[in-house]
């Protein structure tokens, strides 16, 4: 029997036999690409934590590498971090939290032995917010490294700031309770011409040209260094005298 393709009965089921294939076919492409950026979304993080806590011996890491130095020495720390003073979590210990919420790192050596912690820094840029992790010894006395994940400021200027040069002088800075009223560092300005200098062991050159950025780097990283340390003794993790 010769189908008729002009009756009503023909056009409303072949439309819904393409609508279905079509849909089918996008959800199935949406699917995959979720999928394929939710892995790359996540082995960014990998990658960014590995390089903070500098477990990858300065050297160039492939995909697998980065995720077996994550897998191997990494952990998302299991107890809250909340800043007594003016409540801001650094770390949700929730497992069901939100893939958004403030995660806290800790890396441990082949031994066990606790290498530091990576901790969430935030702020107001120069053009917008800047997310990043703060890599700090197991005392909360030396910064470790730093790493800005998340930023849209000025790409040759403030953008720089994702730099490895520049983010290499934060290694080692002195974080401990630099006095009253003084800064945890100091990012520009005048630079320590001796060891007495307040600004000594906690300096890092601004960025040339790039004068917001570094002052809004400045600011919330001293705010958020103060926050950590309060929430790290509130935890237990800092001993209260330091």
Known sequence: MKLNVNSPGYVLVFAAVV???FTAGIMTLHAVSESAATASAQLYEQK???DVFKLGANRELGDREIRDLYEQSIRQLDIPLVDPQTGKAFNSSDPNASPLSPRTYVARNSGGTIIGYAVPVSGIGFWSRIDGYLAVTSDFSTVIGIVFT????TPGLGGRITEPRWRK???GLDITLPGADKPSIYIG???????DSPRHGRYVDA???ATGTSSAV???LNRDIEAIRRAAREAGLLDNTK
Do not use: A
């Open 19 to 21: 609508s279905t294939v």
């Open 48 to 50: 960014s934590l590995v």
């Open 150 to 153: 998340r930023h849209q400021e």
């Open 169 to 171: 002088q934060f290694e």
């Open 189 to 195: 300005g005048d630079k320590p011409t001796s060891d």
């Open 207 to 209: 960025i040339t040209g």
């Open 218 to 220: 400045n600011r919330f």
